[in-house]
């Protein structure tokens, strides 16, 4: 089908904690995974993204890994603040179009 | 997103009433596309515009949702009659190119009752 499965679905750890989301995909054609953080009253922003031709790509305290034999790819924040606390979306994109995952709400206790 | 604004950003409307979703992306984006959000749930993509015309308005729920993109600039997406399902956010968003990344504008909250 064209599901995107993303777990957890809440996720809270304490500050200075690393957060994993774990996102599952199934056409082995994507090529193409990015990663969205949704702010409340906000839209989606693009944090980080991944293309298959590589295996991980790390931005500061955010990293991706892609699996691709797997189809898995997951987000890693490490030393996790405050702010990190939002709601987090994996996507690939198929037919032209972002598939989504159901999101992860990840929550930062300080 | 300063690229994208939609307003309104929240409208209250009854069950059978008319509702008309604004989207103005900054110039120069050929793709435009339409989300919705609803509570809890996933994205779920509704309609993509390459310019004024649709490319894929596959995820577009019934016939009581229409889209226009008024000479490639600005979109509207209207919603007659609402229903109370139709609640949720709705995302314009925009790409210069497919397979690049988009970027959202801020939502329009739809609440029906």
């Known amino acids: 089908g064209e599901n995107v499965e993303q777990h957890p679905s809440t996720l809270s750890v304490q500050e200075g904690d690393s957060a994993v989301i774990k996102c599952t995909y199934s056409?082995?054609?994507?090529?193409?995974f990015p990663w969205y953080k949704q702010e409340l009253g906000k839209g989606p922003q693009l944090i980080i993204d991944i293309r298959s031709n590589v295996g991980e790509k790390k931005d500061q305290r955010i990293a991706v890994t892609l699996n691709k034999t797997a189809k898995h790819f997951s987000l890693h924040i490490t030393e996790t603040q405050p702010e990190d606390s939002a709601v987090y979306f994996c996507?690939?994109?198929?037919?032209?179009?972002?598939?989504f995952g159901q999101g992860t709400e990840l929550s930062v206790k300080p | 997103e300063a690229g994208v604004t939609q307003f309104p950003s929240h409208s209250v409307i009854e069950k059978g009433q008319t509702v008309t979703l604004r989207c103005d992306p900054i110039s120069g984006h050929d793709n435009l596309y339409w989300y919705r959000r609803v509570m809890g749930k996933e994205i779920k993509f509704l309609l993509h515009?390459?310019?004024?015309?649709?490319?894929?308005e596959s995820g577009m729920p019934n016939n009581r949702f229409l889209a226009e993109r008024t000479g490639g600039t600005y979109s509207t997406l209207k919603v007659q009659p609402a229903e109370l399902e139709d609640s949720g956010v709705y995302f314009c968003a925009i790409t210069g190119a497919l397979n690049s990344p988009l970027h959202f504008g801020n939502g329009t909250r739809l609440t029906v009752t």
């Open positions: 515009f390459v310019k004024e015309s649709k490319q894929d």
């Open positions: 056409d082995s054609a994507s090529n193409y």
């Open positions: 996507a690939e994109v198929k037919g032209g179009k972002l598939i």
